[in-house]
């Protein structure tokens, strides 16, 4: 009991004497990592000397109307129509049902599909032919 009376007076003393030390730590201010003073300098002009230019004269393009973007845009090939649209879905539609109701041969049937599925894969390529031309 007698040592941990003393330990206790001894921490006592030590508490107040910490306190001090850290009060007088704080009143010194660190430096600064970067002073303003290098935040506040000029950068360094760079002189340049004359550019070589052209020896031809900037010519301007008469082509004596404004352009305008007033005209519709227009599609370089037709699109499919209506009419042709539902057509063609006609043709699917009664091919189908012939094949059902075994009024076509399947190698008809075949045959037929695969001409409407080769017009589907190089309809595309035929139209952008006949746009070169």
Not at 75 to 93: F, G, I, V, W, Y
């Amino acid at each position: 009991m007698k040592n941990s009376l003393m330990i206790v007076k001894a921490g006592t003393r030590l508490v107040p004497g910490a306190f001090v030390a850290v009060l007088l730590a704080g009143c010194t201010t660190p430096q600064p990592v970067d002073t303003t003073a290098s935040f506040n300098t000029r950068p360094v002009a760079q002189v340049v000397g004359p550019q070589p230019v052209s020896s031809q004269p900037a010519v301007k393009q008469d082509t004596g109307t404004y352009p305008t973007f007033s005209k519709p845009l227009t599609s370089a090939a037709d699109q499919m129509s209506d009419t042709e649209a539902m057509e063609l879905q006609k043709r699917l539609s009664s091919l189908a049902s012939a094949r059902k109701a075994g009024r076509v041969s399947e190698a008809d049937y075949r045959r037929q599909l695969q001409e409407l599925q080769n017009l589907a894969t190089h309809h595309g390529e035929d139209a952008q032919a006949q746009i070169a031309r």
